[in-house]
């Protein structure tokens, strides 16, 4: 037993100069592995998403201005219009998504 402990060396150093070696002094690249087409459509429904909230976030702030001058009826009737359409357009994407087979 204590000539296996006494033939043990600590190769720490040696292996991360191999390494730097094989690297060329670079961090190795990993690869992403290829998304399937339901996580690219999964994420693009994401997207959409977060931008609607940020529609309705905007539409909220601009509902609750109590300025009796400065009244955003124009934008306020644009925001509800944009926000209908991406309702509708979200509603379609997930539908597709929920018959989509996973990959």
């Known amino acids: 037993m204590a000539s296996m402990a006494s033939a043990r060396s600590n190769r720490t150093a040696e292996f991360f100069a191999v390494a730097d070696?094989?690297?060329n002094g670079r961090p190795p690249r990993r690869?992403?592995?290829p998304r399937s087409d339901f996580a690219i459509a999964?994420?693009?429904v994401g997207r959409d998403l977060h931008a609607a909230r940020e529609?309705?976030?905007r539409?909220?702030?601009l509902s609750k201005g109590t300025s009796l001058f400065n009244d955003p009826v124009v934008e306020i009737d644009q925001l509800k219009l944009l926000l209908k359409q991406d309702v509708h357009r979200l509603g379609a994407a997930i539908e597709a998504l929920s018959r989509a087979p996973l990959d």
Do not use: Q, V, Y
């Open 59 to 61: 539409l909220e702030r």
């Open 55 to 57: 529609r309705i976030a």
């Open 31 to 33: 690869r992403k592995p």
């Open 21 to 23: 070696r094989l690297c």
């Open 42 to 44: 999964a994420s693009a």
